[in-house]
């Protein structure tokens, strides 16, 4: 019996893998749009696809930039300023988008572009700290694609948007995670309708990754200016060792971010010219190990996890 299940299972992976090896032809007559493209993944994307001949077709968020992704690309790659907030900014590299791949289409759309600032404690911030990231992350990404979609559904192309493991696991406060389950959300919908146009979604989950975004010094910085700012009766509850704590548990995501962002651009660039993409990609060991498996479990069994690997207030019960 169990030698049945285990050739069932070994014949289900090989297929699988031969399968999603299979690339779509004529790569270099596609052009791909990547938001965020300064730093990060998207810098590193934008790259790879160029290696491989694609046409990039890269937003940044500052000239400064775009020059210096153009500075290490060919000439092929072309780049757009782009807020993400924007509205105007969004309609123009829209048609400036629709300019360069005329009848054609768009055939791969990455909404890349995310912030992780202002993070901390839920009550240690106030509306405006929750908008900020949501504008960015959650809905910017919502108008780009909206605005995007027609030349996307004229290619019957790709959407691949950045979610995270903390869009299935929720253990910081403020925006970032509830963007990201909100990324999940508006993912898994947009799947489900533009399935009947050939037009298929992937979701980039990854585990934690060494990029500008997780900079703990940045983290560390921004969440002692929230407690700055916080009520006296704020840092009455938490107190300054409770500060000290959270703020050394800060200091150690340098040391567990993963510094290879390939792994996640290879998971992008599949997504892209896989004939057969994947739904959802979590790339990163503690995405697959930890992460992944903690979502699953019963959510009593997840918090005493979680609360173990957060600091206590003394004044907590």
Not at 272 to 301: M, Q
């Amino acid at each position: 019996m169990w030698l049945y299940l285990v050739a069932l299972v070994g014949l289900w992976t090989l297929l699988r893998l031969i399968r999603e090896r299979q690339v779509v032809s004529h790569l270099q007559d596609k052009h791909v749009f990547i938001t965020g493209c300064d730093t990060g993944f998207g810098n590193l994307l934008a790259r790879l696809l160029d290696r491989r001949g694609m046409r990039v077709l890269a937003a940044c968020l500052t000239e400064k930039g775009a020059e210096e992704l153009r500075n290490k690309t060919s000439d092929r790659l072309e780049t757009v300023i782009l807020d993400v907030t924007n509205t105007e900014n969004i309609v123009a590299a829209t048609k400036w988008v629709k300019e360069r791949v005329g009848n054609r289409g768009l055939w791969g759309l990455v909404n890349n572009a995310g912030i992780a600032i202002p993070s901390g404690l839920n009550e240690w911030m106030n509306k405006e700290d929750f908008a900020k990231i949501l504008n960015v992350n959650l809905l910017g990404l919502i108008e780009v694609t909206l605005s995007m979609l027609p030349l996307v559904r004229k290619a019957r192309g790709r959407v691949v948007n950045v979610s995270s493991i903390m869009g299935r696991v929720s253990f910081s406060g403020g925006g970032y995670s509830i963007s990201k389950y909100g990324v999940e959300a508006f993912s898994d919908s947009l799947r489900r309708e533009l399935s009947y146009f050939g037009v298929k979604v992937a979701i980039i989950e990854p585990g934690f990754f060494q990029t500008a975004i997780t900079s703990s010094d940045r983290h560390s910085l921004h969440s002692q200016m929230l407690w700055d700012r916080a009520s006296s009766e704020v840092k009455e509850i938490y107190d300054e060792k409770f500060l000290s704590s959270y703020l050394t548990g800060l200091k150690l995501l340098d040391k567990v971010c993963n510094k290879d962002l390939s792994l996640v651009t290879d998971c992008m660039e599949h997504a892209l010219t896989s004939c057969h993409p994947r739904t959802r990609y979590s790339p990163g060991w503690d995405a697959k190990l930890v992460y992944i498996p903690v979502s699953y479990l019963p959510t009593c069994l997840a918090d005493v996890i979680l609360f173990w690997t957060f600091p206590k207030p003394e004044k907590a019960l």
